[in-house]
């Protein structure tokens, strides 16, 4: 029997400390025999930089990425909270607020919303409203945007009447580009009472080339090929100054996306106009809140007197100073959400207009919808088959617009004695 010893270092005190595999070994069968090897302590994750000279702890740079995703958080959330804001009411707005609420919260309180404030009142507002130059030309904007439009002729102020028309003319637009959605907007004026003002209209007179009638036509996204086919009708016409404003994502249904009756006052003041045309409703079949602050559902009669509240008032606006209006009607649509709610929005316009001498209310739906059933294709003035309708089934193709465009221009040409 063999015996081998293993030699072993002192110690710091001097004594020899051994182990239970530095003791004797007594192994049957002579051989060679070494202590065990010791186990390498763990090693920390390391991330190694590109040079390869540097490396970070993994937690370190996980934690980095965590702090910059927060300090983002908080320069923008402003912008965050506006954006849960728009959402429809439902569990995703209300879960979007519960996060974006407290996040604002924390921003204000530390200051981290100022550079943000800052760089936007050197650059002007990211997600603000944007207007495009005057003088673009509106053929140039997307056949699509947003919901529905729908118009037809009356030749009378405060009438209610449906017609046809031909098909426009193709020219240049005097009417600007389309402009991005606007998110913020002064407060909504006071609402109006249960019997509306009496606001006659501007006095007939002859539009000439030295003094032209001055329209502005605003809305939803529907007004874009809306307003381009009236522009391309009016053209070649100097008696007639044609301007649009229209705000993608936007509508009566939610103020706190853009105020539209304040919207309103500030730009027919700034731009002093005879004529003003609205249309909305694309976006407007969801909930409201009324002016006590309870939820009008849609579908039901409190949600039918708000709107009718809120399109009294934009009306009362827009004809404030003696302007005319024409309210552009919706027709059917595709969706079956947007064609049940855009047939009270439509009810509620020509009720409202009926009680407003100032305000046309033009339905097309004898050119878009006939007999009030949505239809792709449509019969053009030349008994042609023309597609009307873009693929989501609510905006109006260029084609479409053009079959209405003279129906539009009917009860302000007769007013002021001009036409296309």
């Known amino acids: 029997m063999a015996r081998t010893s293993t030699s072993i270092d002192p110690g710091p005190d001097g004594d020899r400390h051994a182990t239970p595999s530095d003791a004797l070994l007594h192994i049957p069968g002579a051989g060679r025999h070494r202590a065990p090897r010791r186990r390498p302590a763990p090693r920390r994750h390391r991330i190694t930089t590109v040079g390869g000279d540097d490396v970070v702890p993994a937690g370190r740079a996980l934690a980095t990425v965590v702090l910059a995703l927060v300090l983002g958080a908080l320069l923008c959330a402003d912008s965050a909270h506006r954006a849960a804001e728009r959402q429809p009411f439902g569990p995703v707005r209300d879960a979007a607020l519960a996060v974006t609420g407290p996040l604002r919260t924390v921003s204000h309180a530390v200051g981290l919303h100022l550079p943000r404030e800052w760089l936007l009142d050197v650059a002007g507002p990211d997600d603000g409203p944007a207007t495009a130059g005057a003088g673009a030309p509106l053929d140039e904007v997307p056949s699509a945007v947003d919901p529905a439009a729908d118009p037809a002729a ?3 102020p405060g009438a209610d009447t449906s017609a046809g028309g031909e098909q426009a003319a193709e020219g240049p637009s005097k009417v600007p580009a389309p402009v991005a959605p606007a998110t913020t907007a002064p407060a909504t004026p006071a609402a109006p009472t249960t019997a509306p003002p009496t606001i006659a209209p501007a006095p007939r007179r002859v539009a000439t080339v030295e003094a032209p009638v001055r329209i502005w036509m605003g809305g939803d996204s529907l007004l874009g090929n809306v307003a381009a086919s009236l522009g391309r009708l009016v ?21 706190d996306v853009l105020d539209w009756p304040a919207h309103l006052a500030e730009q027919l003041a700034a731009q002093r106009p005879e004529v003003v045309y609205l249309l909305f409703g694309g976006n407007d079949d969801q909930d409201m809140t009324t ?39 919706l027709p059917a649509h595709e969706p079956e959400r947007l064609r049940a709610a855009g047939a009270v929005m ?74 296309p």
């Open 154 to 156: 009356a030749p009378k």
């Open 235 to 255: 053209d070649d016409d100097p008696r007639v100054v044609l301007d649009a404003d229209f705000r993608v994502g936007t509508g009566l249904a939610r103020p």
């Open 291 to 329: 002016p006590e602050g309870s939820r009008a559902v849609l579908g039901t009669p409190a949600w039918r007197a708000e709107y009718a509240r809120r399109v009294g008032l934009a009306m009362d606006v827009a004809a404030a100073d003696g302007r005319s209006v024409v309210w552009i009607g």
């Open 346 to 419: 439509a009810e509620v316009a020509r009720e409202q207009a009926a009680l407003r001498p100032a305000v046309t209310y033009v339905d097309t739906s004898a050119i878009l919808t006939p007999g009030g059933t949505y239809t792709e294709t449509v019969a053009g003035a030349d008994g042609a088959t023309v597609d009307a309708r873009e693929a989501d089934g609510v905006h109006l193709t260029h084609a479409g617009a053009d079959l209405i465009a003279p129906a539009l221009l009917a009860p302000v040409a007769t007013q002021f004695g001009f036409g």
